[in-house]
């Protein structure tokens, strides 16, 4: 078994020595990525920093010269990110180990993100008390945070980079007794508000013999899902929660990003999707919503989750996304469309309904939609059964047709 560290030879040279020897003490290879760019290594790397400014397509002294600190080190990030990548593809990576402040965390961490899921991923960091969106992303990665800085040896930091080596070498050591299930792949979007529709269409599908992986919808969840299309992990696309669009369109604080809803379409993945919770955007506590919004309409989900209801304006330009990025599908692709409500709050009685709304998003939709997508209209809400059922049907029949059912 091989662990990579990633690490900043010149700044940070003692303590990768350290973990390095942790790792060796317990039998487990080791190989060192040296990004640093100021200065020489203080230990021996196996990847020199020259090696991965090179296959960042630049050199290391055009770095020192010219380059700002921040162009250094996305360079470095990405540099490191090819050879963790080209290692993995050629059996050499067990497992990636970082450590280190803001700068070695962004390089290590866009190294890690380049990996599979499933690969041991830990990062020893700084920043990992704060906001670690940007560089966890969409994978399956741990983040320690050091406590104390990351700078010379003593009785705190020498048991932190212990712990986090130690938790390495069980990863990849242990080979863990998990079924894989030899099944095609659903992917499911879900959210609170839409949970019975996601329960009774999952319990369908895997009734069929599919295996079901859910995503939370919470922007995060929506990226890995888009990246697990990509890679060939997902087989078909259940996107019952096209919600996170209500963000990246508003300002919310749950977006996926511009690219939601283009991997299935690209691949040519069957998918079957729907509007779920396009009637809300996410914001944390209720006090830290912008003030620009102050005069919209509020559920508080709870004490850390504001809801937002999107307007008929705002509807209506979701509609003409989704109807776009849906018509541009390479593959079987059908929207489903609950006329009673589009989340367990969008119906008769809840705080959210909002017939018009609903409608300027539902006309927007028949308005841009390409032939190509087959529409269905239903009068019911999103969690009803019946509408549940018809959605994990309909991807049943296309992952039949394309030769991709259980049965095949």
Same mark, same amino acid.
């Given at each position: 078994?091989?662990?990579?560290?990633?690490?900043?030879?010149?700044?940070?040279?003692?303590?990768?020595?350290?973990?390095?020897?942790?790792?060796?003490?317990? #039998?487990?290879?080791?190989?060192?990525?040296?990004?640093?760019?100021?200065?020489?290594?203080?230990?021996?790397?196996?990847?020199?920093?020259?090696?991965? +400014?090179?296959?960042?397509?630049?050199?290391?002294?055009?770095?020192?010269?010219?380059?700002?600190?921040?162009? +250094?080190?996305?360079?470095? #990030?990405?540099?490191?990110?090819?050879?963790?990548?080209?290692?993995?593809?050629?059996?050499?990576?067990?497992?990636?180990?970082?450590?280190?402040?803001?700068?070695?965390?962004?390089?290590?961490?866009?190294?890690?993100?380049?990996?599979?899921?499933?690969?041991?991923?830990?990062?020893?960091?700084?920043?990992?008390?704060?906001?670690?969106?940007?560089?966890?992303?969409?994978?399956?990665?741990?983040?320690?945070?050091?406590?104390?800085?990351?700078?010379?040896?003593?009785?705190?930091?020498?048991?932190?980079?212990?712990? +986090?080596?130690?938790?390495?070498?069980?990863?990849?050591?242990?080979?863990?007794?998990? +079924?894989?299930?030899?099944?095609?792949?659903?992917?499911?979007?879900?959210?609170?508000?839409?949970?019975?529709?996601?329960?009774?269409?999952?319990?369908?599908?895997?009734?069929?013999?599919?295996?079901?992986?859910?995503?939370?919808?919470?922007?995060?969840?929506?990226?890995?899902?888009?990246?697990?299309?990509?890679?060939?992990?997902?087989?078909?696309?259940?996107?019952?929660?096209?919600?996170?669009?209500?963000?990246?369109?508003? #300002?919310?604080?749950?977006?996926?990003?511009?690219?939601?809803?283009?991997?299935?379409?690209?691949?040519?993945?069957?998918?079957?999707?729907?509007?779920?919770?396009?009637?809300?955007?996410?914001?944390?506590?209720?006090?830290?919503?912008?003030?620009?919004?102050?005069?919209?309409?509020?559920?508080?989900?709870?004490?850390?989750?504001?809801?937002?209801?999107?307007?008929?304006?705002?509807?209506?330009?979701?509609?003409?996304?989704?109807?776009?990025?849906?018509?541009?599908?390479?593959?079987?692709?059908?929207?489903?469309?609950?006329?009673?409500?589009v989340s367990m709050i969008d119906i008769e009685g809840e705080d959210f309904h909002d017939p018009e709304a609903d409608t300027a998003l539902?006309?927007?939709?028949?308005?841009?939609?390409?032939?190509?997508?087959?529409?269905?209209?239903?009068?019911?809400?999103?969690?009803?059964?019946?509408?549940?059922?018809?959605?994990?049907?309909?991807?049943?029949?296309?992952?039949?047709?394309?030769?991709?059912?259980?049965?095949?």
């Open positions: 078994m091989t662990v990579v560290i990633v690490g900043t030879l010149d700044t940070k040279g003692e303590e990768i020595g350290f973990a390095r020897d942790v790792l060796r003490s317990q #039998g487990v290879g080791v190989h060192v990525i040296d990004t640093g760019v100021l200065g020489d290594p203080e230990i021996d790397p196996d990847t020199t920093a020259s090696e991965v +400014a090179e296959a960042a397509d630049t050199t290391l002294e055009r770095l020192r010269e010219d380059a700002e600190r921040g162009e +250094a080190m996305e360079a470095m #990030g990405e540099g490191a990110a090819a050879i963790a990548r080209q290692m993995h593809d050629d059996g050499e990576l067990d497992g990636v180990l970082g450590l280190g402040g803001s700068g070695n965390t962004s390089i290590a961490t866009t190294a890690m993100r380049a990996l599979p899921v499933g690969v041991p991923k830990v990062m020893v960091s700084t920043m990992a008390s704060g906001d670690t969106e940007p560089y966890v992303g969409a994978k399956d990665m741990m983040m320690l945070y050091s406590v104390a800085d990351i700078e010379g040896l003593n009785q705190l930091s020498r048991k932190v980079i212990a712990n +986090a080596a130690l938790a390495m070498v069980g990863m990849v050591t242990n080979e863990p007794d998990v +079924a894989v299930a030899d099944r095609p792949t659903i992917g499911i979007t879900m959210f609170g508000v839409t949970t019975p529709c996601v329960q009774t269409a999952r319990e369908y599908l895997e009734e069929r013999g599919y295996e079901t992986i859910v995503f939370h919808a919470t922007g995060t969840g929506g990226k890995a899902m888009e990246d697990l299309v990509r890679q060939g992990v997902i087989d078909g696309v259940l996107d019952v929660t096209t919600t996170e669009w209500a963000d990246e369109l508003v #300002g919310g604080v749950l977006n996926a990003g511009p690219d939601r809803l283009d991997a299935a379409a690209e691949t040519g993945t069957p998918q079957v999707v729907s509007t779920g919770a396009l009637d809300m955007v996410n914001f944390g506590p209720r006090d830290s919503v912008p003030e620009t919004f102050e005069d919209r309409q509020f559920h508080i989900h709870n004490p850390q989750v504001t809801l937002m209801r999107t307007t008929p304006e705002e509807n209506a330009e979701l509609g003409e996304i989704i109807a776009e990025k849906l018509s541009a599908a390479t593959g079987p692709t059908a929207l489903y469309l609950p006329l009673s409500g539902f006309e927007a939709l028949r308005e841009h939609l390409a032939d190509s997508v087959e529409l269905v209209e239903m009068e019911t809400d999103v969690n009803d059964e019946a509408f549940a059922r018809a959605m994990a049907e309909k991807l049943d029949e296309y992952m039949q047709e394309a030769g991709l059912g259980p049965d095949e």
